[in-house]
C-alpha cells in the first residue's frame, strides 16, 4: 500500500484509504468502564491559583502563563518534552555536545550511558518515578545508566508524547511502517518484559487498514490509554481495547484522503477518559476537538476569521483538565495569525502568539 505523509508541526498524518465505522452506544458504554487513578493521587493538588504552567517551545525556552520567559535552557539544540514531577520539571531533548541526558529546572544532567555503537542522541520522551529517569532515545529505553533495547527498531516510528511511566513501569507506543512491502501500518505497544522492551501490535478494524499510535496515557502501573488514528478516523485503545470515536462533521467525499479526525494526547481522571486532536469540517478545515468519554465537543475562542484549529496535547491535574490548542486567524488577503491558548476546563487561561510550542506542563 503506498502511503502518502502530510506533516504540521510535529503531527505527521498517514494518508489511508478506508474509512470505518462505529456504534457510538458501544462506545460510551465501554469508555464509562473504565476508572483512571492518578500515580500521585497522594500528592497534594495545589488551588489552580497557585499552579504554574510552564511552556516548552523547540529551542529550548520556557515561559510561564504570564508569557515571562523564565528559562533558556544549556546546549539545547532542540527540546522535545517538559514533564513535572513532584514540583521540579525535567525536559528531553537533544544537547548540542550530543550527550545523553535531560535537563532538570533547566539545569543540564548527563547520564552516564554506556552504548556499544557510537550514535547520535535524540531523545524524543522522558519519564519519571521515584529516583529512576527514563528517556527514549532510539532504538533504546534508558532508566538511569541501563539500556534497554527495543524489539524491531528499524521499522517503528513514533511522535513525541509517545511514552508515559507509571509506577516504575515503562510504555511506549507509535507505528510500524513496512517501507519494502505494500503493508499498511501497524499500531504498537512497547512494554519491559526480560531486559528488552517488547512489542505488541494493537487490534486494528481490520488487516487492510492503516492505523497508527500516537500519544500514551498510563496509571496504575498496568492500565493505559492510547490515542491514534484508524484509517481516516480518531481512535482510542483503553488497555489495548480499541474503541472508535465519532465526530461531528459528516464529510461525504475525501478525495484527498486526509484524516477526518485525529488523537493526538490522551489523559484520564478518576471520572473520565479524555482525548483529544481535531475533526475535519465539511471544507477539509480542522477543528479543535476534545472527546470526553467518548463524546465530542470543539474546543475553540470563536474568534472572527478562526480558520484552522487543534489540540497538540491535554495534561490531568487531579480532577482538572489542561488543554494546549493552536488557531490559526485568517484576515484575508494571504494575512494571518497563529495564537497558542491554555484551556482549563473548558475555559481560556492564556493567550500567546509568536511562540513555537511543543508541549507544556503544570507545576
Known amino acids: ?29 465501554l469508555l464509562l468502564l473504565a476508572s483512571c487513578h492518578h500515580d500521585d493521587a497522594d500528592a497534594p493538588i495545589k488551588p489552580a491559583a497557585e499552579r504554574t504552567i510552564l511552556l516548552l517551545t523547540s ?21 522535545t518534552e517538559i514533564i513535572n514531577d513532584e514540583g521540579d520539571y525535567f525536559v528531553s531533548g537533544k544537547s ?4 545523553v541526558g ?29 529516583y529512576y529517569i527514563f528517556m527514549y532515545d532510539h532504538p533504546h529505553i534508558l532508566r538511569n545508566s541501563g539500556i534497554f533495547p527495543l524489539e524491531d527498531p528499524d521499522i517503528f516510528n513514533s511522535l513525541s ?25 501497524d499500531p504498537v505497544l512497547y512494554y519491559e518484559k526480560g531486559g528488552r522492551y517488547v512489542k505488541k501490535i494493537l487490534p486494528k478494524t481490520s488487516d487492510d487498514v492503516d492505523a497508527v499510535a500516537f500519544s500514551i496515557f498510563a496509571y496504575d502501573g498496568k492500565h493505559t490509554v492510547i490515542g491514534g488514528q ?34 493526538s494526547s490522551v489523559a484520564c481522571t478518576k471520572n473520565h477518559i479524555y482525548a483529544a486532536g481535531s475533526e475535519n469540517d465539511e471544507e477539509m478545515n480542522e477543528v479543535a476537538t476534545l472527546w470526553v468519554d467518548g463524546f465530542p465537543r470543539h474546543l475553540t475562542s470563536g474568534e472572527k476569521g478562526l480558520s484552522w484549529s487543534w ?38 487561561v492564556a493567550k500567546y502568539s509568536g511562540l513555537d510550542i511543543v508541549n507544556f506542563a503544570v507545576i
Open 1 to 29: 500500500m503506498l502511503t502518502q505523509y502530510i506533516q504540521r508541526n510535529d503531527i505527521i498524518f498517514p494518508s489511508m484509504r478506508k474509512k470505518t465505522f462505529y456504534s457510538t452506544w458501544t462506545i460510551i458504554a
Open 59 to 79: 529551542e529550548g525556552h520556557i515561559y510561564d502563563q504570564t508569557g515571562k520567559r523564565v528559562a533558556e535552557l544549556p546546549n539545547c539544540e532542540y527540546a
Open 96 to 99: 548540542t555536545k550530543d550527550r
Open 102 to 130: 535531560y535537563w532538570k529546572n533547566g539545569k543540564w544532567n548527563t547520564l552516564h550511558v554506556d552504548f556499544i555503537d557510537d550514535v547520535e542522541h535524540e531523545t524524543q520522551g522522558i519519564g519519571k518515578w521515584d
Open 161 to 185: 508524547k509517545c511514552m508515559a511511566v507509571s509506577e516504575g513501569k515503562c510504555y511506549l507506543v507509535g507505528w510500524n511502517y513496512y517501507p519494502e512491502e505494500e503493508k499498511p501500518n
Open 230 to 263: 484508524m484509517g481516516l478516523e480518531p481512535c482510542i485503545w483503553v488497555d489495548e481495547q480499541l474503541q472508535m470515536l465519532p465526530r461531528t462533521f459528516n464529510n461525504q467525499s475525501n478525495i484527498y484522503e486526509l484524516p477526518l479526525a485525529n488523537v
Open 311 to 348: 489540540i497538540p496535547e491535554i495534561i490531568a491535574y487531579g480532577d482538572d483538565l489542561y488543554a494546549l490548542s493552536i488557531e490559526i486567524i485568517d484576515h484575508g488577503e494571504d494575512d494571518s495569525d497563529v495564537y497558542v491558548l491554555i484551556w482549563l476546563n473548558g475555559n481560556i
